[in-house]
T-cell receptor
Framework: GDSVTQMEGPVTLSEEAFLTINCTYTATGYPSLFWYVQYPGEGLQLLLKATKADDKGSNKGFEATYRKETTSFHLEKGSVQVSDSAVYFCALENTGFQKLVFGTGTRLLVSP | GAVVSQHPSRVICKSGTSVKIECRSLDFQATTMFWYRQFPKQSLMLMATSNEGSKATYEQGVEKDKFLINHASLTLSTLTVTSAHPEDSSFYIC??????????????FGQGTRLTVV
């Protein structure tokens, strides 16, 4: 079945450092890909998404490009802030009914 | 984006009792709601999909008699963990989608419920 693999955390960075969180997927067909963020004590929020190959999703300085040839959707940000500290989930959707398959989540800790 | 409210955020119950978790879409009509469970250091696993007015569809391995799901209105779905045991302790989270516009193409999540069975 469909699955998502993302790097284990925690990822610990200093403020203004470059961030990459790796995500790869296994799926039949052409899934949509998502990054969700969960801040402490809150629910998951959609950070960005891409619905077809070579699409780039972006939001709040974060970017991810749908790479079908490498089945990847790595999350990047050029300069992280303390307020970016959260858990980031990579996910795919392959049914058209918002039924999501999640990775394990990666905790990001940014220190001043 | 649309708002989904999940209640309670934390609950502790005694083994053998039942616990109800509510998931409400506050500003849109959710034709479909999903219930997920998250084990420590693992991904969110889909438990079931519920459509308003019909029986929930459970994922393989999920006991439907233990995890009762009701989606009686377009704004409310409930998950009842019956005869809870310590192994049911987990983080449960709902999501909702439906209606028109962005609510039809995106799933919106509640803040989750931490269940501890003692």
């Amino acid at each position: 079945g469909d699955s998502v693999t993302q790097m284990e955390g925690p990822v610990t960075l200093s403020e203004e450092a470059f961030l990459t969180i790796n995500c790869t997927y296994t799926a039949t067909g052409y899934p949509s890909l998502f990054w969700y963020v969960q801040y402490p004590g809150e629910g998951l929020q959609l950070l960005l998404k891409a619905t077809k190959a070579d699409d780039k999703g972006s939001n709040k300085g974060f970017e991810a490009t749908y790479r079908k040839e490498t089945t990847s959707f790595h999350l990047e940000k050029g300069s992280v802030q303390v307020s970016d500290s959260a858990v980031y989930f990579c996910a795919l959707e392959n049914t058209g009914f918002q039924k999501l398959v999640f990775g394990t989540g990666t905790r990001l800790l940014v220190s001043p | 984006g649309a708002v989904v409210s999940q209640h309670p955020s934390r609950v502790i119950c005694k083994s053998g009792t039942s616990v109800k978790i509510e998931c409400r879409s506050l500003d849109f009509q959710a034709t479909t709601m999903f219930w997920y469970r998250q084990f420590p250091k693992q991904s969110l696993m889909l438990m079931a999909t519920s459509n308003e007015g019909s029986k929930a569809t459970y994922e393989q391995g999920v006991e439907k008699d233990k995890f009762l799901i009701n989606h009686a209105s377009l704004t409310l779905s409930t998950l009842t963990v019956t005869s809870a045991h310590p192994e049911d302790s987990s983080f449960y989270i709902c999501s909702a989608s439906g209606g028109a516009g962005e609510t039809n193409t995106e799933a919106f999540f509640g803040q989750g419920t931490r269940l501890t069975v003692v």
